[in-house]
């Protein structure tokens, strides 16, 4: 081995990021895994998705459409959108990246909120750029300390509306507040992962300010409601001089052909997205509630996922991680995200809902530690 200094180095900032940690995906050997630490749906892919992706297997020495054009068709076609600016990514994480490379760099600052998804720090440090993190009221973003925490230097705003791991949502009124109060040379990220699952009539996932602002981009993904986490598919609507900067800077085949093709298939069935969405309008407000009633405080949440707040002794966030893992139901601790007295938990299928109330009870009565 050579001496650190005699061998190429990152740039600076590289060395800063700590990786990213998935959710925990096993359980001990001999019991069942209840996967709930990735806000994945129970549901599954649509069987058309499926039935699509399957359609590709004998065609893999094929480069992929590198415009992504039928699955931006469809996009534009299901939202009422103008094609030209979506940009499709490998996950809405590459469009993440893409959006922030393309306008951060040495010396320019990032801005995110406390308990901002963690992605965005991660983009702006491997883009050689400051993370800035504006303060938060009740796990909620708040328009006036990001908009206080702004500064010459900052190139790229991120707003994850709904949250993730929080699942806290700002209305509409509010962001628009929030870009009112950005100068027009900052991009405003609004990433929308978890839209389809809000049930709120003040919430707008931001199509409308992307339309009508020359510094707002809205993120989507497949990942999440519609299943299609393994195959890494999502999108942006941008301004048109925001889609001709990521349209330079992404790779020329940047998204898979079996992606795009389950993509257009998922987006065709809204029954299977209704049943998903009827899935959890019954169950996160049973969780909340059946949560609520252990003596846990559990953050109100809009998404398909909850946070749960355990005591800082006793019956901590670690044990309860402990015993819950012990019994095959794997949710997310959260301490990455400054939120160490927490677990995440995703809506899951029933039979795992109510293995967890179970669970949770039997630890809170429990007399372990
Ligand atoms: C899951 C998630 C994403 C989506 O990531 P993909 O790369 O599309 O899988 C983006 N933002 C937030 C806030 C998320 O929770």
Redesign the pocket.
Known sequence: MSAVLDRPQPRPGVLAIDPYVPGKSAAPSGVKLHKLSS?ETPLGASPKAIEAFKGLADKLELYPDGSSTTLRRAIAGKFGLDESRIVCGS????I?SLLTSAYVGPGDEGLFTTHG?L?YKLAILAAGGTPVVAPETNLTADVDAILAAVTPRTKIVFL?NP??PTGTYIPFEEVKRLHAGLPKTVLLVL?A??AEYVRRNDYAAGIELVSTSDNVVM?R????IYGL?ML???WCYAPAHVADALNRIRGPFNVNGPALAAGVAALEDDAHTSAAVAHNDRWLPWLTEKIAELGLEVTPSVGNFLLIRFPETGKTAKDADAFLTARGLVLRAVGAYGLPHHLRLTVGPEEANRLVVEALTAFMRGANG
């Open positions: 806000n996950g809405s994480d590459e993440l998804f992605v994850a949250n993730n990433d992962a978890y993120t993904t497949f990942s999440k986490a890494r598919l999502g």
